[in-house]
T-cell receptor
Framework: SQTIHQWPATLVQPVGSPLSLECTVE??????LYWYRQAAGRGLQLLFY??????ISSEVPQNLSASRPQDRQFILSSKKLLLSDSGFYLC???FGAGRNFGPGTRLLVL | QKEVEQDPGPLSVPEGAIVSLNCTYS??????FMWYRQYSRKGPELLMY????GNKEDGRFTAQVDKSSKYISLFIRDSQPSDSATYLC????????????FGQGTTLQVKP
């Protein structure tokens, strides 16, 4: 069966610090992978998606970036965090027309 | 106008009640409709998945799609305190590259 891992589960970072969130998928090959952000009362916002190694599409201009160094690894990064980057970050992979989500990383920028 | 509208609630019901959760949408090209359940501090999990119009039942849950009215519903029968969660609708067109559009989510509390 397919499993998706995210870490860390919770992160508290100061404004201006760098960020690296990692997502890995098991039990499937060449998945379409996604990064979403969920802010309180604002629903799920698609940030990036990837259809293969090194292929990244950005949905929203911002100070975040994504990379896919391996088939089942998806990384979300920032060089300098902003207060507005706080939120719940979810990695997902495609399942038919839907998405299977990971457990998420709760990021608080202070 | 948002592509998908969902009343954020919160919705509070007594245990055993029938719950109706709804979403409206504006894009007539949507073909795939989903409901996700999200417990506090957890990732969303797929609850129901339907293609085009009609009803689909799974245990206490029934998903209903009315494409003519651009309206989808999730019914929960004999609601339980364990059903307390946020429910998100999501939908997409027929293209494999189409974006999955989510509603804002409705928070449901079932009181014992």
């Amino acid at each position: 069966s397919q499993t998706i891992h995210q870490w860390p589960a919770t992160l508290v970072q100061p404004v201006g610090s760098p960020l690296s969130l990692e997502c890995t998928v098991e039990g499937t090959s060449n998945p379409n992978l996604y990064w979403y952000r969920q802010a309180a009362g604002r629903g799920l916002q698609l940030l990036f998606y990837s259809v293969g190694i090194g292929q990244i599409s950005s949905e929203v201009p911002q100070n975040l970036s994504a990379s896919r160094p391996q088939d089942r690894q998806f990384i979300l990064s920032s060089k300098k965090l902003l207060l507005s980057d706080s939120g719940f970050y979810l990695c997902a992979w495609s399942f038919g027309a839907g998405r299977n989500f990971g457990p998420g990383t709760r990021l608080l920028v202070l | 106008q948002k592509e998908v509208e969902q009343d954020p609630g919160p919705l509070s019901v007594p245990e055993g009640a029938i719950v109706s959760l709804n979403c409206t949408y504006s894009n007539s090209a949507f073909q795939y409709f989903m409901w996700y359940r999200q417990y506090s501090r957890k990732g969303p999990e797929l609850l129901m998945y339907t293609y085009s119009s009609g009803n689909k039942e799974d245990g206490r849950f029934t998903a209903q799609v009315d494409k003519s009215s651009k309206y989808i519903s999730l019914f929960i029968r004999d609601s339980q305190p364990s059903d307390s969660a946020t429910y998100l609708c999501a939908m997409r067109g027929s293209s494999n590259t189409g974006k999955l559009i989510f509603g804002q989510g409705t928070t449901l509390q079932v009181k014992p």
